[in-house]
Structure formats: C-alpha cells, structure tokens
C-alpha cells in the first residue's frame, strides 16, 4: 500500500506491508486469471456454438467441450484464491496501518490534540484511516488486474485479426482512462466536502448522545436533533452527487464497451468477406470483448476512491505531521532511585499554539513524602502544573527536577512510570472493573486487585457488586458515582505505584460531605508518597503538610485559614 509520505513517516509501509505485496502480487495474479478465463469461456463458448451449427463430427468439437469446462470451473476458483488473498494481504496492511496511525497520535496526546473535539476527531481519523485501507483492494488490486487482462485480451485479438486487436486496444485504451477520469472529475466537488461533513455529523451525535440527559431537562433535545438531521441532509446530499458521478464514470464504461462490440462487428465482417476470417472466428470478435470489458468496470469506482484515499493520506500527514508538545531526548538518562522530590525553579510554560505563557517564573518545592497542595481559582493554571509534572507539555526555560534530575532528560515513559495522576475527568471504559483496574498493572492476580480496591476505600463497593471484578460498568461508567470514579482511578494509580502523586481536582462535582471523604481516603491511601494536590476547593486542605496559591502564574504558601 502507498500513501503520499515522505520516508521515515509514520504512514509508511512497514516490512510488514512489504510482506504483503508478495501476497497482493498473487491476487492480483489470480484476479487476472479468472477474468481471462471468463474470457476465454465466452470466446470458447461462441466458438463451439458457431462451430456445432456446421454439423461437424462430435470428435472436432472435444477439444472446445474440455475447454469450455475447464474454464467454468477454474473462474470461481481463481475468484476465490483472488479474494483470499487479496483480503489477507490488505488486513495486514490495515493492522499496520492502524498500528501506525495510533502511534502517531499518542505522540500527540493530549497538548496537540487537545482542541479537537472527540468526535471530530473521531470520524476524521476512522474514516481518513478507512479511505487510505481501499487504496490497496479497492484501487491498487483492480487497476493491477484491468491491465494484465486487457494487454492478454488485445495480443490474443491481434493474433485472430490484426484490425480487431487494433480496435479492442483503442476503445479499452479509452475507456481504461476516460471513465475513470469522469468520475474522479465529476466527484471532485462532492469528496472535498463530503469529509468534513461526515465529521460534522459525527462530532453532532457524539455531543447529542454525551449530553443527551442535560439535553432532555432543558427541554433543547428536539432542537439538537433538528440540527443532527440537517447535517445528515448535507451528508446524505453530498454523498449522491458522489455516486452520481460513480455512476456517470460507469456509463461511460458500458457505452465504451457496447462500441467495441460495434466495432468488433464491423472489422469482423469486413475481413469474413475478404476471406481473411472464418464464420466460427466472426462469433469470437463480436463476443470477446463484452467479456474483456469486465475488467474495467470496478476502474471508475478506482478512480473516485483514489481521489479519496489521496485527500484522506494527506488529511492523515497533516495531524501526524504536527510537532509533538514534547520532544524526547535522544539519550534519555535511567530513571534515578527515591527519595523522589519535585521541585520547579523559574518555570516558564504553556500549552503549544501561540497561547501566552500560563507560567513565568514559577517556583515549588514538595519534598519527598510529603502532602502539598495548589489551590487557585479555575482558569488558573492548576491542570498545567499537572501537564508539566507528567510531561505532556514542556518548560519553555527554568527546571522541573524530579528527584534531582531534569524532565527533559528523562522518556516521558519513565516519566509517567514515576508520576501517577488521579483527574477530575478520569475515564471508566466500558468494560467490567478487571479490564479498568488492570490498565495500570497488565496481568495482576485478582487479589492485588481487590487489595487495590480496598486500600482506594471501595472495599464495601466491591463486596456488594453482583459479579466481583467481572461486573461491566457501563460506557463511560455510567453505573458508577462521581466518587466511585475517583476512587476507582485512586486504585489504578495504586496498583501503578508511582512514588509521587498527583490529585488535579479529585473532587469537582462532589458534594461537601463525599468531597471530604474522598479526599481523607485519597491521602490516607497516598501515606508514604510524595503527594501534590492541585484543588479550587478546601476540603482536604487541613490533611496536607503545606498550602500554596496559584495566582497569575505564581505560587504563594499561605495559611489555611487565610485562604477562602
């Protein structure tokens, strides 16, 4: 499979997908082989039929009869081995593909992608992903096929008639390119819109289902599903004018083929006059290339996809060519051993995209083992300070120190191996509570699981659930509570047992009494750790060692009872 990349991109086929063209050579092989025995069934077929009315002895026409025979059978043979492989060889591909796709987005996450929206971002990706995927069996295998087919179709016909070859190389010659070239021309319009509408639409449902519950209270569903309606419209209006133009492209084809029959006909006479051909040839011209022309049918549908898949491998480039947030070092140091300290000194830093600097200058220390916490107001750059820590987003100039040694030396890897996070917005997949909890620690014997559980204050939880860790928790956690979740992505970051902590508001969207008890357990549980609290909320706050307060990109300690 090729896209339109530079070397070294993430895009380019992988020894896996040059694995697979060896298989897609044999398919492309096989694909050939059952259109020229469909082929030469008709022509063998017409031959027989022509020949068998002269009356011939029954001998003269066995040759024909085995080969009339050989060719209905080896056609849906061929087709299979064609299908077989092709779709092996395009599968591997697609795993490389998407394998590489994925990579490259991680790269990315979150500071580059953080201002898309999920479901934007979504159908963008899954549908520029799908359209590169045709490019091999939808594009590459049938242009690969038409042109074995039709240089085999026109030296047989030169052989039978010289003039009848010329006229088969000339009109498949123009329907291989004019039909195609319709199509691509004509659905031009139509694909340069048709994808970013998609993702529209995508980004709408994703948004009407996410807040469908808001939605309904407010009384605003109907006016969400108006909206989602009119952008199907668009869609559905667009995608029309696209098969229109496939349409168009195959008409072309079929008037294309009907005239090579015409033509056929017409040399084919000719030369029965002059002698120069036999009655039994003259039903072979005139039917061989109805069976020849099948070849160039998928090509105006080639051509559409092509046109496609290109604007899709470049859509793609485009998001994976983006600069990452942070660069990994060339040679990143080990991981230095405990005690682990944190410290910031005269940090500068922001999100990437011309943003000003959410930092300039800022200063902490949170010794190892001990509590800290940040409070601010929202908006303040608390969620920053967390994106700095687990090197999502890298200091502009100034040092973040763990344990001694600078972030910047160090793989984001081993970074996030040493820093957990425990998020207001953690997400629950939907899967059961052994697939949830075992993100942090693949592999994990059940009972370090419940321990995990238990040490995270869901021990009670646990105990009450119908199906142990088997119980599903919904798509996006549904059947879980606020603080369920928190406790639930506490006991991840504990089985993950990172060294230092840090809680970026824990308990948004809690009430006061859970507020509280979720923080008493997230620090109880956090005892021995080097723990930072990033809240605009006070519960908590009198469990902690130090307080500080982030105000216009500086910190400053201040008393509890000062703060309010």
């Known amino acids: ?107 990315l996450t979150p500071a580059r992608l953080g201002a898309r929206g999920r479901g934007d971002l979504l159908a963008g990706v899954v549908s520029d992903v799908t359209a590169v995927e045709d490019l091999t069996l939808r594009v590459l295998e049938p242009v690969a096929v038409a042109a074995v087919v039709s240089a085999t179709c026109v030296a047989v016909a030169a052989q039978i008639l010289p003039s009848f070859g010329a006229v088969l190389l000339v009109v498949m010659v123009v329907a291989g390119i004019a039909a195609p070239a319709t199509s691509a021309l004509a659905s031009r319009r139509a694909l340069a819109a048709l994808a970013p509408r998609r993702a529209a639409l995508s980004a709408a449902v994703v948004a009407l289902l996410a807040g469908a519950p808001d939605l309904i209270a407010m009384g605003a569903a109907e006016r969400s599903l108006r909206s989602v309606d009119e952008l199907d419209s668009l869609v559905t209006a667009v995608a029309r004018r696209a098969a229109w133009s496939a349409g168009l492209g195959s008409a072309v084809g079929v008037g294309a083929a009907g005239a090579a029959v015409w033509g056929s006909a017409v040399v084919g006479t000719s030369a029965l006059r002059a002698g120069d051909l036999r009655g039994t040839a003259l039903a072979v011209v005139v039917l061989m290339p109805l069976a020849a022309f099948e070849a160039l049918v998928p090509l105006p549908s080639a051509a559409v996809l092509l046109a496609h898949g290109r604007r899709a491998a470049q859509r793609l480039v485009a998001v994976l060519d983006a600069e990452p947030a942070v660069a990994e070092p060339s040679n990143p140091v080990p991981l230095p051993g405990p005690p682990y300290d944190v410290v910031l000194r005269d940090v500068r830093a922001g999100w990437p995209g011309g943003a000003p600097a959410v930092f300039d200058g800022l200063c902490l220390s949170v010794p190892a083992g001990r509590h800290v916490a940040v409070v601010g107001e929202s908006g303040s750059g608390k969620s920053t300070l967390a994106a700095l820590l687990l090197r999502f987003v890298c200091a502009e100039s100034g040092q973040t120190l763990l344990a001694g040694c600078d972030l910047r030396r160090l793989s984001g890897d081993d970074v996030r191996r040493a820093v957990g996070l425990v998020a207001d917005d953690a997400h629950v997949f939907g899967s059961d509570l052994r697939a949830n909890l075992a993100l942090a620690r693949p592999g994990a014997p059940d009972a370090r699981l419940v321990d995990a559980l238990r040490a995270a204050a869901l021990g009670t939880w646990y105990d009450g659930l ?64 080097t723990v930072l609290l990033l809240t605009h909320r006070t519960e908590g706050l009198d469990l902690v060692d130090e307080v500080h307060e982030l105000r216009s990109g500086r910190l400053t300690r201040v008393h509890l009872t000062s703060y309010g």
């Open 1 to 107: 499979m090729t896209t339109p990349t530079r070397a070294g991109h993430p895009l380019r086929p992988a020894a896996a997908g040059r694995a697979a063209t060896g298989r897609l050579g044999l398919g492309v092989a096989a694909g050939a082989g059952a259109l020229l025995a469909g082929v030469g069934l008709t022509a063998t077929a017409a031959w027989l039929i022509a020949r068998a009315a002269e009356q011939p002895p029954v001998l003269a026409l066995t040759v024909a009869v085995v080969a009339v025979r050989f060719f209905g059978v080896a056609r849906p043979v061929l087709r299979y081995v064609e299908r077989l492989v092709c779709h092996d060889a395009a599968l591997r591909a697609t795993g490389d593909l998407r394998a590489a796709v994925f990579a490259g987005l991680v790269r």
């Open 466 to 529: 119908p199906d142990g860790l088997d119980t599903f928790l919904g798509q996006g956690g549904t059947t879980v509570s606020g603080g369920e979740r928190r406790r639930i992505a506490l006991a991840r970051a504990l089985l993950a047992d990172p060294p230092v902590l840090v809680l970026d508001e824990p308990t948004e969207g809690l009430d006061e009494a859970t507020a509280e008890a979720v923080m008493r357990d997230l620090l109880r549980s956090a005892r021995g750790r």
